[in-house]
Nanobody
Framework: VQLVESGGGLVQAGGSLRLSCTTS??????????VNWFRQAPGKEREGVSC????????YYADSVKGRFTISSDGAKNTVSLFMNSLKPEDTAVYYC?????????????????????????WGQGTLVTVSS
């Protein structure tokens, strides 16, 4: 099973992008899992950006994107989207979606979105977002 991200690209500061996460595996329903978005910029550590729980639809955002990014789930399309507005150059990164096979709730600790547990994670290949100043 693998997740597939799309929607990345080059955008000017202040612009918007919509990233999508889906899966090519039949029978793997994203609605059954908490779906996370992470990002990693060159030379920086991976950062949890947003998460949506499948149990109750709760959403979580990193402080750096709160108020600018919105995560939503479309069960009919088996897709989770990340709407990114008011983009800044510091949002430039490769964005990954990921699920924890045993997790329907987002894992948040110390205010940070936690990655899937070892051996339980399903990740996409990433999509590059570049924001020019």
């Amino acid at each position: 099973v693998q997740l597939v991200e799309s929607g990345g690209g080059l955008v000017q500061a202040g612009g918007s992008l919509r990233l999508s996460c889906t899966t090519s595996a039949s029978g793997f329903t994203l609605d059954n899992y908490a779906v996370n978005w992470f990002r990693q910029a060159p030379g920086k550590e991976r950062e949890g950006v947003s998460c949506i729980s499948s149990s109750d639809g709760s959403t979580y955002y990193a402080d750096s994107v709160k108020g600018r990014f919105t995560i939503s789930s479309d069960g009919a399309k088996n897709t989770v989207s990340l709407f990114m507005n008011s983009l800044k150059p510091e949002d430039t990164a490769v964005y990954y979606c990921a699920v924890d096979r045993l997790g329907s709730d987002c894992r948040v600790a110390g205010g940070s979105i936690q990655p899937p547990r070892p051996f339980l994670g399903v990740w996409g290949q990433g999509t590059l977002v570049t924001v020019s100043s």
